[in-house]
């Protein structure tokens, strides 16, 4: 455990907070958290994590500027029918085996198909938080689940334990949003 993680998780858990109560500085955690990351995710040759955390920086930029179109943020929570889950689902499904065949053929990385997998999908949570979707807390609550066992294999304790901490604050996120995205609806 480095400095540098507990910085990186501290920042990692101010965004997480901050985005449950829909606070555009959420974004801003974002970076600087993420910017972190890349370092220590490449020094344990988790590539596409590191690679994902420059993906993290520019969709913070885009929820930055995205939660900043609505004065009144709070009335914008959505929702994605079944249909667009079960071809999100499949897409991440194929994206996952084709990402992690080629990082396992042409890289050393670390399990590369856990690391396909997480950042594959944790692409499309972000962007679906970027986007105020509800469901987005769903994705999150199983990608960090997997996301656990793969940070404790390159012996990141603090960042699995981070990430053991979102389970529970992406639970509490998807009751507050849901709570929220209720009361627009008999609004």
């Not at 959420?26 to 993906?55: D, M, N, P, R």
């Not at 997997?146 to 509490?172: H, M, N, P």
Request: net charge neutral; charged share 10%.
């Amino acid at each position: 455990m480095s400095l540098m993680e507990v910085c990186a998780v501290g920042l990692a858990v101010a965004y997480v907070l901050l985005a449950v109560y829909q606070r555009r500085l959420c974004w801003i955690a974002a970076i600087a958290s993420a910017a972190l990351y890349i370092v220590i995710f490449w020094q344990v040759q988790l590539y596409l994590e590191a690679a994902l955390q420059v993906i993290y920086i520019a969709m913070a930029i885009y929820g930055w500027f995205a939660w900043s179109r609505t004065p009144d943020a709070v009335e914008t929570i959505r929702t994605w029918p079944l249909r667009h889950h079960l071809v999100a689902c499949l897409l991440l499904f194929t994206l996952s085996i084709a990402t992690g065949a080629a990082m396992s053929e042409f890289t050393d990385a670390a399990s590369p198909f856990v690391d396909a997998a997480t950042t594959m999908s944790a692409l499309l949570a972000t962007w679906m938080v970027a986007n105020k979707l509800l469901e987005n807390w769903l994705y999150w609550i199983a990608i960090d689940i997997a996301s656990v066992g793969l940070y404790l294999s390159r012996d990141l304790k603090l960042t699995a334990i981070l990430f053991a901490g979102y389970v529970v604050l992406a639970g509490w996120g998807y009751l507050t949003w849901r709570k929220q995205w209720t009361k627009q609806l008999s609004a």
